[in-house]
């Protein structure tokens, strides 16, 4: 991840900033433009993962997406999820063309070289003020889940254990789902 420039823009300049062309993203973090590299396969691989296995344990209340981009809060910010669940209403809200101000109840942000601990939190920060009610923090190297929840401190879950989907009541996800398929 790097800052293109020290100069913060707007909401309405980043929107007029034109699509890059060689596999990177832009994201607005606080008015700071910043350029994310593209994911690595192991990346892609636990994203594909987890969007299937969300999606499959909702039954129908909703889906998981993989690279969703949201915009929690008015102006100054623009992110991407590794991947986010959405209920069935906010998928179908959707459907426009505009970015509209939302956070997804649950994001998902898989640790990759350009994720520093610095970044995680502002993201974490910025889609617990936009409304997220879970954050997770899939670790591919230590084989860890890290859970946050609003309010409360974050909650490790190692190999052995299954991590409680808070979104979708009842749902549990085995952590060796994720690092042993």
Do not use: C
Not at 39 to 50: A, D, F, G, N, T
Not at 122 to 137: D, I, P
Request: overall charge negative.
């Amino acid at each position: 991840m790097s800052t293109v420039g020290a100069a913060l823009i707007t909401w309405e300049e980043f929107l007029q900033l034109p699509d890059p062309e060689d596999g990177t993203r832009s994201e607005l973090h606080d008015g700071e433009l910043v350029v994310v590299p593209p994911p690595k396969p192991i990346h892609v691989y636990i994203q594909s993962l987890l969007v299937e296995w969300l999606t499959a344990a909702a039954q129908g209340r909703g889906r998981a997406a993989q690279e969703f981009p949201y915009r929690p809060a008015t102006n100054l910010q623009f992110w991407y999820a590794d991947v986010a669940y959405l209920p069935n209403d906010d998928w179908l809200a959707m459907r426009t063309d505009e970015y509209t101000v939302y956070a997804p109840p649950l994001v998902i942000e898989v640790l990759s070289p350009s994720n520093r601990a610095a970044k995680i939190q502002r993201q974490r920060v910025a889609a617990f003020s936009g409304g997220t009610r879970e954050f997770w923090v899939v670790d591919p190297i230590g084989r860890t889940v890290e859970v946050s929840l609003p309010g409360n401190a974050s909650r490790i879950y190692s190999l052995q254990e299954s991590v409680p989907v808070t979104v979708l009541p009842g749902v549990f996800l085995p952590v060796r789902t994720i690092f042993e398929a």
